[in-house]
């Protein structure tokens, strides 16, 4: 098995950009050996076969493979958001026509494949970026126009380009002259800090053979392209004012989750070995040898054997190995517990252990969901609202929306409506909704969006379900109240009565 790893170039004059992360050298079994440092794209392992030596398979790996990592992401990914138009006519009122075209152009663009791969559905690129997003702490978004050399799948011609932080180098800065703008890990800024352009590497820098040795400055630019900013969304997780590039939201807890990994793989080790070891012989003062060999003896060990070979003063005593580990579990679950309150996840979303009363799991999940709350508004303003803006700006260019009796200044207007908090309980749940809107805090068709249906559709299948009076729930019977003798108007009035 061949591994190797890279090291920091030791070259005078700017530096150079890092063609992939550092990696520590790998260690394997069954003859592994370090090659000397050296700079290269990616950790490179290879076992050849012995049948089909010629053919070849890949094996990859991210942080997101981690089983811990896997879990605390997908508390935060693969939810999607509804997006309502919200146009208005001048006098305040929902645009009715226009609205309805812009969620019927909506549909048509998310089911249309609009990334420019064409591999990808709409729900998956939300899942997918906000993984990417937490795991990573950042990726670009290049929004493709009209203009740009590709063919749109839609009557609107916008199409996005997701690209992996891989791209933008982060090794790749200048300090500003009078006639350049300074670079920052790939972003070049102005004196007030604000992106006006990303240099991108042309290919992935972990293909093979790109850029493994860069000789000058002038290839290391040739390359890379530089994109203007009003192209390109950056959507990154920070944590300070002023803050070039993002940074995961594992970059707190990293050391922890390396410990439980290292923690559990020495049980397991242990484990193992304890297995190994099945029973010792003990020799007493009252052992004696009848010959020389029968102070070493080879015994063979079979399920349920009977040792009757002893010799007088030995006896045979079994060995407590002691495992698994007692503590283990409550190790981990209190190293799982620090892991999400550093991510802002939950312990049940992370450990998936689910014990506990409905008082205590809806403490936890209302804790939690102020973070996941934050963590969708973040990308309401950096991921889907730049989206839809666009979106909207191109449907419009390409006539596909009709603007009459529209007020101009609210084309942009948009409500992003989130999945709801989970149920724990569906009955108080479902009961907590309907007096909400009984009670006029939300709408039915709000409750509806919040559950991921879109309410027309509802409206229309409870229209044309030929069941929906036999499953509406009955009115509970009341008595009819008995009709008040109506009073006489010329009456006098009567006293009071003493109570």
């Not at 090659?35 to 890949?58: C, H």
């Not at 950056?234 to 993002?246: D, E, I, N, S, T």
């Not at 309907?434 to 229209?463: L, T, W």
Request: net charge negative.
């Amino acid at each position: 098995m061949r591994t190797s790893s890279s090291a920091p170039s030791t070259r005078a004059g700017p530096r150079p950009m890092r063609t992939a992360a550092r990696a520590r050298p790998a260690s394997a079994r069954d003859g592994a050996r370090t090659l000397p440092d050296a700079q290269t794209a990616n950790v490179v392992g290879e076992i050849p076969g012995r049948e089909k030596p010629g053919e070849i398979v890949l094996v990859g790996g991210h942080l997101d493979s981690w089983d811990l990592g896997m879990g605390a992401i997908d508390d935060g990914a693969g939810c999607g958001i509804a997006i309502e138009p919200m146009i208005k006519a001048p006098n305040g009122k929902l645009a009715v026509k226009a609205n309805d075209a812009l969620r019927g152009l909506w549909l048509e663009w998310a089911q249309s494949m609009p990334e420019s791969s064409r591999t990808l559905s709409w729900p998956s690129i939300e899942a997918l970026a906000c993984r990417t997003w937490l795991r990573d702490g950042e990726f670009l978004i290049q929004h493709l126009e009209s203009g740009a050399p590709i063919r749109h799948r839609s009557r609107v011609p916008y199409s996005i380009e997701l690209i992996e932080a891989d791209y933008l180098p982060f090794d790749w800065s200048r300090a500003s002259t009078p006639t350049q703008s300074r670079i920052v890990h790939g972003v070049e800024l102005t004196d007030w800090r604000e992106p006006i352009a990303y240099w991108l590497y042309r290919e992935h820098p972990g293909d093979l053979g790109l850029l493994a040795s860069p000789t000058s400055l002038l290839q290391v630019q040739s390359e890379l392209k530089r994109v203007s900013a009003d192209l390109i969304t950056h959507v990154k997780f920070v944590r300070r004012f002023g803050q070039v590039r993002g940074v995961s939201v594992f970059h707190s807890v990293l050391q922890r989750l390396e410990d439980i990994k290292e923690y559990e793989e020495s049980e397991r080790v242990a484990a193992r070995v304890a297995a190994a070891f099945c029973a010792v012989i003990k020799r007493n003062g009252d052992y004696s040898a009848t010959s020389a060999s029968d102070g070493s003896r080879i015994m063979e060990m079979n399920p349920g054997m009977i040792f009757d070979n002893l010799l007088p003063g030995e006896d045979v005593q079994t060995i407590g190995t002691d495992r698994p580990n007692s503590n283990l579990e409550n190790f981990r679950n209190s190293q799982i517990r620090a892991i999400a309150s550093g991510t802002g996840t939950s312990y049940s979303g992370v450990s998936r252990n689910y014990n506990g009363t409905y008082s205590a799991q809806r403490q936890e999940l209302v804790e939690s969901w102020v973070g996941y709350e934050l963590m969708r508004e973040y990308l309401y303003g950096v991921f889907y609202r730049p989206i839809w803006q666009r979106f909207v700006r191109m449907a419009i260019a390409a006539g596909q929306v009709p603007m009459q009796g529209v007020d101009t200044l609210s084309i942009f207007g948009v409500d992003f409506v989130g999945p709801s908090m989970p149920w724990i309980d569906p009955v108080k749940e479902v009961d907590a909704a309907a007096s909400a809107v009984a009670a006029g805090f939300k709408s039915r068709h709000m409750v509806i969006r919040e559950n991921q249906y879109d309410p027309q559709i509802v409206d229309e299948q409870i229209k044309s379900d030929p069941l929906r009076d036999l499953l509406a729930p009955k009115a509970a019977a009341t008595a009819t109240p008995k009709a008040e003798p109506k009073a006489d108007a010329n009456a006098d009035p009567q006293p009071a009565e003493a109570a």
